[in-house]
């Protein structure tokens, strides 16, 4: 692992190196059209290209070396058979016919994740979808969804859908609206404490009861307090999704300061959410 981190911290050092020069070069470019405007352009437009170069060439061999080497071996310290897949993740047809979480007009995901832990099988992603405008000249780019989503193994059977999520001022509504197919209706359990902190929309109403046990939904109402961002519970595909909206997109590896030891520290605390949740929804 020591050998690793030196090959990586070298390879990290020549893009910060490159970088910094190349904003440099913009800077003095940008001084220099006051007295030589063709000189000031050109020296502007190499630290451009130095800048571009980096980050097309090299730093894309950077992170998936540090997440194919320091990251999955760290996940293969706390989950059995581990496959991770960078360049991957959830397909975008199948994240908007889901009806989970927000989705806009530009999707992003990668970092596909499987294995198992107690015995408990899983997958996950991390998930960024936002809206972008167009006004005039102006582009808004706004967040509507980033963090991971994962996939588990249920031990009751249903055959319904449901989504229990996390309420938010003027946001969502029905799963999908009113015309996307999905028969679904918004309900609300006995428990008045829940029905406060979440809605929840249910193609079949007694299977909902079903599946939400007090018991079951004392553990959601816990998660939700544990875990920083808004929370996402799903019922479909015959499987069970949690997606976190934390605004984070896991394992990625720093570029201006070193890869140290403690430091993978960092890998494990993004990863153990799905311990937490396993173990908290007691899903084993």
């Not at 692992?1 to 440099?24: A, F, K």
């Not at 889901?98 to 970092?111: E, K, M, Q, V």
């Amino acid at each position: 692992m020591d050998e690793i981190l030196v090959q990586l911290n070298h390879q990290r050092e020549r893009i910060m190196v490159v970088t910094v020069l190349g904003g440099v070069l913009i800077g003095v470019g940008v001084l220099l059209l006051f007295s030589s405007f063709s000189f000031g352009v050109l020296t502007g437009v190499l630290g451009l290209v130095l800048i571009l170069w980096i980050n097309i060439t090299e730093k894309p061999k950077y992170v998936r070396a540090y997440k194919n080497q320091i990251v999955l071996a760290v996940l293969r310290e706390m989950f059995d058979d581990v496959k991770l897949n960078a360049d991957a993740g959830f397909n975008q047809e199948w994240v908007e016919e889901a009806h989970f979480i927000p989705t806009g007009n530009r999707f992003f995901s990668d970092d596909q994740l499987s294995g198992s832990y107690h015995g408990c099988p899983f997958r996950r992603s991390d998930v960024l979808t936002q809206q972008v405008t167009h006004t005039g000249k102006t582009t808004t780019v706004t967040t509507l969804f980033e963090g991971p989503w994962m996939v588990f193994d249920f031990p009751k059977n249903f055959g319904h859908y449901l989504l229990v999520r996390e309420k938010e001022f003027l946001a969502n509504g029905k799963p999908g609206g009113w015309f996307s197919g999905l028969k679904t209706e918004r309900i609300e359990m006995e428990n008045e404490a829940f029905n406060e902190k979440f809605e929840i929309y249910a193609e079949d109403e007694q299977e909902a009861f079903y599946l939400l046990t007090p018991h079951f939904m004392e553990k959601l109402e816990q998660a939700e307090r544990e875990i920083a961002g808004r929370m996402y519970y799903g019922f479909f595909d015959r499987q069970f999704h949690v997606a976190v909206d934390n605004r984070q997109n896991s394992f990625e590896p720093p570029v201006f300061s070193a890869i140290t030891l403690p430091q993978l520290n960092e890998i494990r605390k993004e990863a153990r959410l799905i311990c937490e949740l396993i173990d908290l929804l007691q899903l084993t």
